[in-house]
């Protein structure tokens, strides 16, 4: 499951081998026409991972550490929802000076303002609670900042040939985060007295982007070009069917993710009271999710896009009637493990396809931040209908079974995303065989 982790890595945890296909002429130029990863790709593999594993110390548990000060729902879908739509924005705005300036800085400042957000966690303390919605403003502006940036130059360091092969090392790496930063995260907080073991891990976060930032100065500084359209996404939408289906797929998997990327973690403290449980919770599903993301980048292949995403969105949401049953440990860990097995199938195909299509042509490739910014606003469009939906319902009532049926209706989004998705996936395959072709 680990929602936190996967919310924004451009595969979010996608794993192929290298197709054989050669380099589309519509790719930048730069990129090597093989399946390998070259040096650069490797270090934007190491700070995208340490990015994760400063998120993944100290992500989950700031939900907790809130809920902890004042026990509702509503603070904390407040928080979530002011990040999502700080982190929409963002993208917006930064995508000027991603186009014609220097993206590094806007990657370096995403890591800069994240440790920003930890230091201001810390300075606030248990306060934090009274300042959910500006605190989730800095963290949607840290995340909006870096994931722009580091889609962008992901972009423009892969292509068709090894595209699938990074997002599976992304995916890798961000599964062992998920796997280890938790649990020492829980058993820091359960050792230390009081809230000190909330401190350090935030503390621990805080230093972690700064080594990230650090690392993004061994980055090579990539050319802009081109000049940024403010009004490219409404007018994407108009004039090109294909992106109408793919921000409908991404608007299904927002639906899902704003909810689940807070309450799931939650529930799971709320059935055990223990930070060292939900720990151990992350560890057992991070782990299951590598062993899947392992065998999907040694067996899947294009050609099993669709029906992999309908098998892992089938089983995503079917798993949610385990809740009817009850909401304990072993239900959430059932849930979480089915899920971990499940989401490298419906994640591979979903992502890697929306970003072959932008390097479907020469001008769409010339347009990738536009088309970066975009998705993310599909994205967060996505999130934040499903937090106002949670929080219009958990107004009325926040009975278990109220819970269950809204869990149950939040969760159908990937069903829509695999329907819009249907409509995508014979079209690049064809695109990729014209690519082939020249």
Not at 119 to 133: H, I, N, Q, R, T
Not at 310 to 326: A, E
Not at 386 to 396: A, Y
Request: glycine content about 8%.
């Amino acid at each position: 499951m680990h929602q936190k982790t996967k919310n924004r890595l451009p595969s979010f945890l996608q794993i192929q081998e290298s197709t054989g296909l050669k380099m589309s002429r519509h790719e930048p130029s730069h990129q090597k026409p093989s399946g390998r990863l070259d040096n650069q790709a490797k270090l934007l593999l190491l700070v995208n991972a340490v990015f994760i594993a400063a998120g993944a110390l100290s992500g989950t548990f700031v939900n907790v550490y809130l809920w902890k000060v004042k026990s509702q729902f509503a603070p904390i879908a407040w928080f979530t929802f002011a990040a999502h739509l700080a982190g929409a924005l963002t993208f917006w705005l930064a995508g000027w000076y991603v186009k014609h300036l220097n993206k590094m800085n806007i990657l370096r400042a995403g890591m800069a303002v994240s440790a920003l957000f930890y230091l201001l966690v810390l300075l606030a303390g248990p306060k934090a609670v009274s300042y959910a919605v500006p605190l989730g403003l800095v963290q949607g502006m840290a995340s909006g900042f870096f994931w722009l940036s580091f889609n962008v130059v992901y972009f423009e360091i892969t292509n068709a040939d090894n595209r699938d092969l990074f997002n599976g090392w992304a995916g890798l790496l961000a599964s062992i985060g998920g796997m280890l930063a938790p649990w020492i995260s829980g058993l820091l907080i359960t050792r230390l007295p009081g809230n000190s073991g909330y401190s350090l891990i935030f503390g621990i976060s805080l230093a972690l982007f700064v080594v990230g930032v650090f690392i993004s100065f061994f980055l090579k500084k990539r050319q802009s070009e081109g000049t940024y359209s403010w009004s490219f996404s409404f007018r994407c939408l108009r004039e090109e069917p294909e992106w109408r289906w793919a921000a409908g797929a991404l608007a299904g998997q927002g639906l899902r993710e704003g909810v689940f990327g807070f309450v799931i973690g939650l529930l799971v403290y709320i059935s055990t009271r223990s930070e060292m449980t939900l720990g151990n919770y992350w560890l057992t599903t991070s782990a299951v999710g590598l062993v899947s993301y392992f065998l999907i980048a040694k067996w899947f292949a294009p050609r099993y896009r669709k029906w992999g995403m309908l098998t892992g969105t089938v089983i995503m949401w079917g798993i949610l009637f385990v809740f009817f049953w009850q909401v304990s440990f072993t239900t959430l860990l059932i849930f979480g493990i089915a899920v971990s097995i499940a989401y490298p199938l419906y994640s591979v195909p979903m992502l890697s396809t929306i970003f072959d299509l932008i390097g479907t042509n020469e001008e769409s490739a010339r347009n990738r931040v536009e088309y970066v910014v975009l998705r993310e606003f599909a994205l967060d469009v996505g999130r934040l209908v499903g937090i106002l939906i949670f929080l219009l319902v958990t107004s009325l009532s926040v009975s278990s079974l109220t819970l269950n049926w809204l869990i149950l209706c939040i969760g159908i989004g990937p069903l829509i995303a695999w329907a819009c998705m249907t409509k995508l996936f014979r079209h690049v395959p064809a695109t990729k065989k014209a690519d082939n072709e020249t």
